[in-house]
């Protein structure tokens, strides 16, 4: 496939956990990806490479989503080398739990950096300069539902981006661009196992009614799904990716 017809994608946070199985997914269905990492630079080529091996196309670009300059030099590099950009996947995002009242500044402006600066620069430069047609697909969480203590910060900044994504969704009327945003539950990664005793994760994989926790895989085609031909009619949504949990 020329670059003058293949659908190109930029995942956040590619290189290991969600995003990764993201851009793979994304991969074999078709898009060539850019894999963007902030520090993880051996595991984003790994994954670049393992993808070419399969004959796809992939590229990877360091950016920190928190700097806006970074992340406009990130689309830069995905038009240079595959000609535009049609699907933004905002993945990035960390995670520092505490109760509110026990909650550092640092913690709290971090997650805000990331999780909502973050998402809203990429947001805005995929406003700009997604091809008409394209798909915005953000990244929130099920705790926006559940609403478990420790997660108050975490939870608030997944709220916003749920909020502007409605909100951006109508602002891009009249380019068919759709902007989705998907809510995992627990999920079995890293980010969620570490510092989690057997017990606990357990326990939380029999929450849901399908008892068990979810895997990146599963996120990964409901971002697929959004992003494809099939999900064209979705818009303005979040779909809440968790085996029924709330």
Not at 3 to 8: E, F, G, I, S
Not at 50 to 61: D, F, T, V
Not at 219 to 233: N, Q
Request: proline share 3%; charged share 20%.
């Amino acid at each position: 496939m020329s670059n003058d017809n293949m659908k190109v994608a930029i995942v956040t946070g590619a290189s290991r956990g969600i995003g990764a199985a993201v851009a793979e997914r994304l991969a074999a269905d078709g898009f060539a990806v850019v894999i963007n990492y902030a520090a993880s630079a051996e595991s984003a080529k790994a994954l670049v490479r393992a993808i070419e091996a399969r004959g796809q196309r992939a590229l990877a670009a360091k950016a920190d989503v928190s700097d806006a300059h970074a992340v406009r030099g990130m689309f830069d590099a995905a038009e240079k080398a595959f000609g535009g950009v049609d699907v933004l996947v905002n993945n990035a995002g960390i995670m520092k739990l505490a109760k509110l009242a026990e909650c550092d500044e640092t913690a709290f402006d971090e997650q805000i950096a990331i999780n909502l600066r973050g998402s809203f620069n990429g947001m805005r430069q995929a406003a700009r300069r997604l091809r008409d047609g394209g798909r915005i697909i953000n990244f929130s969480t099920s705790v926006v539902g559940t609403k478990l203590e420790t997660y108050g910060v975490y939870a608030a900044t997944k709220a916003a981006v749920e909020t502007m994504t409605a909100i951006l969704s109508k602002e891009l009327r009249g380019r068919r661009i759709t902007v989705n945003a998907v809510a995992p539950g627990p999920v079995s990664t890293e980010l969620f196992l570490t510092g989690k005793s057997p017990e606990l994760v357990e326990r939380m994989a029999k929450m849901p009614p399908l008892e068990r926790l979810g895997t990146p895989e599963d996120i990964a085609a409901v971002v697929s799904f959004l992003a494809g031909p099939d999900g064209g009619w979705v818009n303005g949504q979040v779909l809440r990716a968790n085996g029924g949990l709330v």
